[in-house]
Nanobody
Framework: QVQLVESGGGLVQAGGSLRLSCAASGSMFGINVMGWYRQAPGKQRELVAS???????NYAGSVKGRFTISRDNAKNTVYLQMNSLKPEDTAVYYC????????WGQGTQVTVSS
């Protein structure tokens, strides 16, 4: 059984930074894509950033230039460095990995105060 453990969420003032981590454990095939999604109250879950095994990345337009996704393949871990945070970044952040199957983390709350 695959388990994803997220950490790093919290409360921060606008302009501040947070770093999210998501570690995957269990029986997996080679992980292809790792990504972060977020869901704000009353809104649909949206892709924030994704990273493929060889390192290519994809970002939502609203976070480009402020957030950086990275991964450690040896540790099956994906990170999201979030800088210059804005109140509109407030949401529950979820990690997802794909190894032919999809697995989701439990979510971590990020709250940005103005």
């Amino acid at each position: 059984q695959v388990q994803l453990v997220e950490s790093g969420g919290g409360l921060v003032q606008a302009g501040g930074s947070l770093r999210l981590s998501c570690a995957a454990s269990g029986s997996m095939f080679g992980i292809n894509v790792m990504g972060w999604y977020r869901q704000a109250p009353g809104k649909q879950r949206e892709l924030v950033a994704s990273i493929f095994r060889r390192g290519s990345t994809n970002y939502a337009g609203s976070v480009k230039g402020r957030f950086t996704i990275s991964r450690d393949n040896a540790k099956n871990t994906v990170y999201l460095q979030m800088n210059s945070l804005k109140p509109e970044d407030t949401a529950v952040y979820y990690c997802k990995i794909v190894d032919g199957r999809e697995y989701w983390g439990q979510g971590t709350q990020v709250t940005v105060s103005s």
